[in-house]
Structure formats: C-alpha cells, structure tokens
C-alpha cells in the first residue's frame, strides 16, 4: 500500500497594464478627432455607475478618450492532490492493483482588469484496477477498469456593487469597441463579469478496456478493445449575467449598447455518449537489424444524446437554417462515426548493424471523436436560448428570467453540423539518429501532418451577399438568410491544418559531470481556424471572417511557433575531490544546471472593432486592408507600439478587408531558469538535499500579444490602443529555495 498527498497555495501579485476610460470622460468629456481639444457629451443616465467597474487612470493619455491605469492585483491558487496505491500479487500468474486519485484545486485569478476577476474550483478524481494474468510465457492478459468523475465550477466576478441586468443576479460583461464574440479584443479592456460566468459541470466516464498480448517466434501480436461511456451533466449556457456592446466610446457614454446578448433562463442538461475502440497490431523481426510495427485501430460512438430527450440543435434547408430546432434524443441527424479505421504503421532500422546509426519512420491516421459538444450546445433554443437585443438604453435594462424580452429581441442560434464528420489528422514523421563520437549523438527528424474535418466556429445565417470584382459585397440593409433569426454560433467540420517541422537534437557528454543538450525546431503550422473562441486563441478571432469561402481565412496557426530552440546542460561540480573534513563536507555533492529557452513570437490579427459589412455579424471577425501608400516597416517593436496602425486602412461599406489572417507576428520569448542542488550524507542512510531555483533568472520582461483593434469605428483615426501590450508572457524572477531530508 502506497499513499501520498501534495499541497500547493499561490499568492502572486501580477503585473498589469489596463485600458481605460480616462478621467475626462468620467466628467464627461471626450477629445475631439484631432486631439487638440475636449468636447463636452456628457453621460448619459445609468453610465456613471458603470465606470466605477474600471480602475482610475494612473498612467498616461493614449488619446481619444483612453489612458492606462497600472496595478498589481492578487491571483491565489489552492491545489491538494492525493493518491493511494494497492499491489497485491494474488499468485505467479496473477497480479493486481487498484490506485485512487483525487485532486481539488481553486483559483482567484485578475484579467486584465483587476475589477474583474475569474473564480473557478475544479475537483478531478480517479479510481481505476487492473489485473494482469499470464496464461503461458507468450501469452499476457491485460484487464482494467475505471472511473473518473470531475467537477468543475466557473464564474466572472467584481468587486463593485452594481445592480444587474439580469433579476437576481450580478453585473455583466461589458465591451467597448470590440466584438460581441466571448472574451473577443476591444479597444477597451473589458469590465463587469466574465462573459461566461455562472458555469457548471460534472463529468463521468466509466471505462473498460482488455489488451492481449502474444510471441511467436519474430512476432509479437497485440490486440485489445476499449469501451468508455460519458455521461455529462452541465451548464455552460453562457451569456447568463448579460454582455452590453458599445460601439465606440462616444456610445458608451451616450448609454446606447450596440448588442445586448442574454440567455435568461439557462437550464442543466445530461450529455451521454458510448464511446469504442480497439486495435490489432504486429511488431516483427525482419532482420536482426530491422523492425516493423503495422497494426490498424479502429473508433466508434453512438453520437452525442441528451438524457430526457432534449437535445436540440439546428438543421438546414438549402443551406439556410431553420427558424426552429429539432428536439431528440440526438444532437445528431446522421451519425457519421459509427466505425472509424485508423491504419498506423512504424519502422526502426539500423542500416549498418553497429547501433551507431538508427532510422525511424512513422504513418498514422489519428482521429478526435466529438465528446466536448455540451460547450456549444449549451447554448441552444429552447433550453438554453441566446437572445440578442439592438440598439437599447443602458439605463433600466432589466431581464426578467422566464418574461419575454421586448424591444425587438432575436434567437441567437447555437448548434452543431447536424451531420458532423469526426477531425481527422493523417501524421508522418521521419528521424536518423547517429552518433558522431563516443560521448556525441546527433538527432536530424522531420515531422509533418494534414488535418481536415477540424471544426470551425462561424456565422451560419448571413445574408447572400453579391459579388463584385469577384468579391463579396453586402447592400445597406441586407436581410439574413434566415431574417427570423439572428447570427448564430455554429461548428461546422469544415477546417483544415497543415504542419512541417524540422527538429535538430544534439546531446554531448563531457568528463568531469558536466552533460549538454541543444534542441531546434523549425516548424510551419497552418490552417484555417485554430480556436474555437476568442478565449482560447486571443491572437485571432475565433469565427471565420466570410463563412462562404474559409478559405479566405488559411494562414499560419494562433499556435504558430517558427523557431523554438531548447539547451540545458548540468555540472557536477568536482570542487571536493581533495578536500578533507569540514571543507569536504561544505564542497562536496553540490551540482548546477540551467534551461535557457528562446522562441520566436506567435503570429496574430488585426482586427475591426466594428464591422463594415452590413452583414449584421456582431462578432467582428473582420479585417482591415492593406495601405497602399504605407512603404515602412509594420512592425515597430515597442510595447507602447508593436505594429504601426497605419499600415492599415478601413474597408469600403459592404466589404470585407484583404489582409490575411495572422500575418503579423508578437513578440518572442527568451528565459533562463537555473538551479543549484546540494546532497549532503549526514548518516549512511540519512541525507540531506538543499536546492535553489532561480526562474527567469536574468529577469527578463516577455510580453504579451499587443491589442488586435486597429480601428472601432468607420471614417475614424486609428484606435489609441492599437498596438499597445498591457500583459506578460511569463512571470518576473521567482526564487525559490527547498530543503529535503532522504532516509
């Protein structure tokens, strides 16, 4: 019987950089379009409250109404982890475990603003046995059960005491010259709660699986099969607070949102899905000096369904949606994984028989089954209906759960392809391993990849636009597809990635203790949307900007690495080796090692906080153009100022923008982190270990991806905030020291 329990409590004060209305416009005053001097507006009723949910401004004017405000707000993280292992050898042919593992955690974590903040506790448990039985000396049986249960709680908060917008519940979100995507860029850093607040889950999975394996002579056979059934009870509606748009700043302090956004009356749902598996495969001898592995996997699921028949999602008619759902057991119409092959096959070869040289080559087809949908669908009419309101008053908006909404509310659908087909990736890599010197090897690889199927988040109820010159153009007053409905939210498996890579390793063994390894990677990650919302890929909009052709959004990956280079090296320091006493003692055991990592920036968007379409998409994945009469640099490199906003220029009305996505690239990243270690033998079997970390030793400042909104309003200046960097990429020095005692 094993056992073992980790704790783990943070208190870091952050470093943050915050947008916000300056301290004209909370008297109510705004510059007018060349700066030089303060326009009175006014704010409107129901405004004044509003701004106490930013910090005041204590740094300096960006201009057009917006300064920044520097704090240093608090995150706290609790984790406990426990686990406990029992061994039991039933026999000579038999042997079991049983382990349980159990893992509670809670964090308090600042965004950008610190009024606003995210809370989230996450317990994650584990029980699982398996049993082994050697029917003969080829033949071994593999059987294990298990469960796994993981609940999980999020929600957006503030410290300010406003009234909400929904009866009963705390403030929303609110967003300033941006999208109404969740967590999408604005000009503005975001205030109120978290757009995805009030969020639950519960997750259980009870798997099997039995795994066989046989030699005969140059072969060993293995096969197995693998049943998982899930079961997820969850709400994750989001949008259960409100997010208020403003267009612009002007509109903010006129208290007209733009879109106003609500599910009112979220409800629980239980996701079920049995999922299966199983593989066959052969690793054979065909020479001394070669190897094969080929073998075939296969994958199956009885699709997506809810547990009381409401599973509900949208349909097309002539590539047009339905005003209404369908309601069933299925998210599904046509289950299109009911049988998935998946070959796979491997080579090792050592062409000159001497273990110097070693070529590896690898082939599969690797697929991920669609067990995460609750997130989108969630979201879907009637349970959990997202309605949107245009053009409303701030002051007295008040939303009662379970009263229709006035003022012209629309159903924001939420859904899934209805006939969905499974991503799938196709992998191929190919690696020489040679050793150059008795203490010397050398790693040259290549590893590339095609996905397609990959699931793309995009706006499935646009109007059809005309096409001009070739390209799209919307008429003022374009009607959706669908004019009874809203834009919707829809993953359609439409996606495809691409992915090369070149990888250099490089490990030397010295004498005298000290060893070396160097690894390079050159990679290329492409494809056409990499996030499903803004949330996770920051550096791009997470919706496709003309959903008739994504291909206008292939480029590089949010997860674009270009150059990625890697070195750590450890010494054992020889200082003692003729030392005596208490100087032997002071000398001895002690070793150094450091890991110095250096990449280049991930790639992202410019974007629109507004959008010139008429397509009467509120997400605002769109793009600028390109300045024709722009010839200098784009990237200017400062944090103030990463990338030159009039590089850019705004698309005609009814257009879309030329630029590409992720064409421009943040800043990279450089960090040392260096440790040194010291063992001590107090007695034969007592000693003592003394370690110090140092983290970012050299304290270098890594920053974040810049802000992505160049403009927030037609026939406007450049936003003030274009460009500017208000985060970090990794922590400022930390310094930690331990002491252990090994008996």
Same mark, same amino acid.
């Given at each position: 019987?094993?056992?073992?329990?980790?704790?783990?409590r943070q208190h870091l004060a952050l470093s943050n950089v915050t947008l916000v209305p300056d301290n004209?416009?909370? #008297?109510?005053?705004? $510059?007018? /379009?060349?700066?030089? *001097?303060?326009?009175?507006?006014? =704010?409107?009723?129901? +405004? &004044?409250?509003?701004?106490?949910?930013?910090?005041?401004?204590?740094?300096?004017?960006?201009?057009?109404?917006?300064?920044?405000?520097?704090?240093?707000?608090?995150?706290?993280?609790?984790?406990?982890?426990?686990?406990?292992?029992?061994?039991?050898?039933?026999?000579?042919?038999?042997?079991?475990?049983?382990?349980?593992?159990?893992?509670?955690? #809670?964090?308090?974590? $600042?965004? /950008?603003?610190?009024? *606003?903040?995210?809370?989230?506790? =996450?317990?994650?448990? +584990? &029980?699982?046995?398996?049993?082994?039985?050697?029917?003969?000396?080829?033949?071994?049986?593999?059987?294990?059960?298990?469960?796994?249960?993981?609940?999980?709680?999020?929600?957006?908060?503030?410290?300010?005491?406003?009234?909400?917008?929904?009866?009963?519940?705390?403030?929303?979100?609110?967003?300033?010259?941006?999208?109404?995507?969740?967590?999408? #860029?604005?000009?503005?850093?975001? /205030?109120?709660?978290?757009?995805?607040?009030?969020?639950?889950?519960?997750?259980?999975?009870?798997?099997?699986?039995?795994?066989?394996?046989?030699?005969?002579?140059?072969?060993?056979?293995?096969?197995?099969?693998?049943?998982?059934?899930?079961?997820?009870?969850?709400?994750?509606?989001?949008?259960?607070?409100?997010?208020?748009?403003?267009?612009?700043?002007?509109?903010?302090?006129?208290?007209?949102?733009?879109?106003?956004?609500?599910?009112?009356?979220?409800?629980?749902?239980?996701?079920?899905?049995?999922?299966?598996?199983?593989?066959?495969?052969?690793?054979?001898?065909?020479?001394?000096?070669?190897?094969?592995?080929?073998?075939?996997?296969?994958?199956?699921?009885?699709?997506?369904?809810?547990?009381?028949?409401?599973?509900?999602?949208?349909?097309?008619?002539?590539?047009?949606?339905?005003?209404?759902?369908?309601?069933?057991?299925?998210?599904?119409?046509?289950?299109?994984?009911?049988?998935?092959?998946?070959?796979?096959?491997?080579?090792?070869?050592?062409?000159?028989?001497?273990?110097?040289?070693?070529?590896?080559?690898?082939?599969?087809?690797?697929?991920?089954?669609?067990?995460?949908?609750?997130?989108?669908?969630?979201?879907?009419?009637?349970?959990?209906?997202?309605?949107?309101?245009?053009?409303?008053?701030?002051?007295?908006?008040?939303?009662?759960?379970?009263?229709?909404?006035?003022?012209?509310?629309?159903?924001?659908?939420?859904?899934?392809?209805?006939?969905?087909?499974?991503?799938?990736?196709?992998?191929?890599?190919?690696?020489?391993?040679?050793?150059?010197?008795?203490?010397?090897?050398?790693?040259?690889?290549?590893?590339?990849?095609?996905?397609?199927?990959?699931?793309?988040?995009?706006?499935?109820?646009?109007?059809?636009?005309?096409?001009?010159?070739?390209?799209?153009?919307?008429?003022?007053?374009?009607?959706?597809?669908?004019?009874?409905?809203?834009?919707?939210?829809?993953?359609?498996?439409?996606?495809?990635?691409?992915?090369?890579?070149?990888?250099?390793?490089?490990?030397?063994?010295?004498?005298?203790?000290?060893?070396?390894?160097?690894?390079?990677?050159?990679?290329?990650?492409?494809?056409?949307?990499?996030?499903?919302?803004?949330?996770?890929?920051?550096?791009?909009?997470?919706?496709?900007?003309?959903?008739?052709?994504?291909?206008?959004?292939?480029?590089?990956?949010?997860?674009?690495?270009?150059?990625?280079?890697?070195?750590?090296?450890?010494?054992?320091?020889?200082?003692?080796?003729?030392?005596?006493?208490?100087?032997?003692?002071?000398?001895?055991?002690?070793?150094?090692?450091?890991?110095?990592?250096?990449?280049?920036?991930?790639?992202?968007?410019?974007?629109?906080?507004?959008?010139?379409?008429?397509?009467?998409?509120?997400?605002?994945?769109?793009?600028?153009?390109?300045?024709?009469?722009?010839?200098?640099?784009?990237?200017?490199?400062?944090?103030?100022?990463?990338?030159?906003?009039?590089?850019?220029?705004?698309?005609?009305?009814?257009?879309?923008?030329?630029?590409?996505?992720?064409?421009?690239?943040?800043?990279?990243?450089?960090?040392?982190?260096?440790?040194?270690?010291?063992?001590?033998?107090?007695?034969?079997?007592?000693?003592?270990?003394?370690?110090?970390?140092?983290?970012?030793?050299?304290?270098?400042?890594?920053?974040?991806?810049?802000?992505?909104?160049?403009?927030?309003?037609?026939?406007?200046?450049?936003?003030?905030?274009?460009?500017?960097?208000?985060?970090?990429?990794?922590?400022?020095?930390?310094?930690?020291?331990?002491?252990?005692?090994?008996?």
């Amino acid at each position: 019987m094993f056992g073992n329990y980790e704790g783990y409590r943070q208190h870091l004060a952050l470093s943050n950089v915050t947008l916000v209305p300056d301290n004209g416009v909370r #008297a109510g005053y705004l $510059p007018n /379009a060349t700066g030089t *001097s303060q326009t009175y507006v006014g =704010l409107a009723p129901g +405004v &004044a409250p509003l701004l106490s949910l930013w910090p005041v401004q204590n740094g300096p004017e960006l201009g057009g109404g917006v300064a920044e405000a520097f704090n240093h707000p608090l995150q706290t993280i609790r984790e406990d982890f426990g686990t406990t292992r029992f061994d039991y050898n039933i026999s000579a042919t038999d042997t079991l475990f049983a382990v349980y593992t159990v893992d509670d955690s #809670a964090d308090h974590t $600042p965004s /950008a603003n610190p009024l *606003s903040s995210a809370v989230e506790t =996450l317990r994650e448990q +584990v &029980a699982s046995m398996q049993e082994q039985h050697v029917f003969s000396p080829s033949l071994l049986n593999t059987a294990r059960i298990g469960f796994s249960r993981a609940t999980f709680f999020f929600t957006g908060t503030t410290p300010v005491d406003l009234p909400g917008w929904v009866s009963g519940q705390p403030i929303g979100a609110i967003v300033i010259g941006g999208g109404t995507a969740l967590n999408g #860029a604005s000009s503005i850093t975001g /205030a109120g709660a978290n757009a995805g607040s009030n969020l639950t889950a519960a997750r259980n999975l009870f798997t099997y699986d039995d795994h066989a394996m046989w030699m005969h002579g140059r072969n060993q056979v293995e096969a197995g099969i693998w049943f998982q059934r899930i079961q997820a009870n969850d709400n994750l509606a989001q949008y259960q607070y409100g997010q208020a748009s403003f267009s612009s700043l002007l509109s903010f302090m006129q208290g007209t949102i733009g879109t106003f956004t609500v599910v009112p009356s979220p409800t629980e749902l239980g996701w079920r899905s049995l999922e299966m598996a199983g593989f066959v495969q052969d690793v054979v001898k065909l020479r001394p000096n070669l190897e094969l592995r080929a073998g075939i996997r296969f994958e199956s699921t009885d699709g997506w369904n809810e547990a009381h028949g409401r599973a509900a999602n949208y349909a097309f008619d002539g590539g047009v949606i339905r005003t209404d759902p369908f309601i069933g057991n299925s998210a599904f119409a046509v289950n299109r994984a009911k049988f998935l092959p998946e070959p796979r096959v491997g080579l090792a070869w050592d062409p000159f028989g001497k273990s110097r040289t070693v070529i590896r080559a690898g082939f599969g087809v690797y697929r991920q089954l669609l067990d995460d949908l609750d997130y989108r669908l969630d979201q879907t009419a009637p349970f959990n209906t997202t309605q949107t309101l245009k053009n409303v008053p701030v002051n007295g908006l008040l939303i009662v759960p379970g009263a229709p909404l006035a003022g012209g509310a629309r159903i924001s659908p939420s859904g899934v392809q209805p006939d969905a087909y499974t991503p799938t990736v196709i992998s191929w890599n190919l690696k020489i391993d040679q050793q150059i010197a008795p203490d010397m090897t050398l790693g040259l690889g290549y590893v590339g990849s095609h996905g397609y199927h990959e699931i793309l988040s995009l706006n499935a109820n646009e109007p059809v636009p005309t096409f001009v010159n070739g390209s799209a153009f919307y008429p003022t007053g374009a009607v959706n597809a669908n004019p009874a409905l809203a834009n919707t939210t829809t993953w359609m498996s439409e996606g495809l990635s691409s992915y090369h890579a070149l990888q250099v390793d490089v490990n030397r063994r010295f004498s005298k203790g000290f060893q070396f390894r160097g690894v390079y990677t050159w990679s290329k990650n492409l494809d056409d949307g990499t996030a499903l919302n803004s949330s996770v890929g920051a550096n791009a909009p997470g919706f496709v900007m003309f959903p008739l052709y994504p291909k206008l959004d292939w480029g590089p990956s949010t997860t674009d690495v270009r150059h990625l280079a890697v070195i750590n090296a450890t010494w054992e320091l020889p200082f003692a080796k003729k030392a005596q006493g208490l100087k032997k003692t002071a000398l001895d055991g002690w070793s150094v090692s450091g890991i110095e990592t250096v990449q280049s920036g991930f790639p992202f968007t410019p974007g629109l906080g507004y959008n010139p379409t008429n397509n009467g998409d509120s997400r605002n994945p769109i793009r600028p153009s390109w300045n024709p009469a722009f010839s200098r640099p784009v990237i200017v490199g400062s944090p103030n100022e990463w990338y030159n906003p009039t590089a850019f220029i705004q698309p005609a009305t009814g257009t879309y923008g030329n630029i590409g996505r992720d064409v421009l690239t943040g800043p990279g990243l450089a960090t040392l982190d260096f440790s040194a270690l010291k063992t001590t033998d107090i007695r034969e079997r007592l000693k003592l270990q003394f370690r110090a970390e140092f983290f970012n030793m050299l304290n270098r400042a890594n920053f974040g991806i810049p802000n992505t909104v160049v403009y927030t309003a037609a026939n406007s200046a450049p936003s003030p905030t274009a460009g500017v960097i208000t985060s970090t990429a990794s922590t400022s020095r930390q310094i930690q020291f331990g002491l252990k005692l090994l008996w």
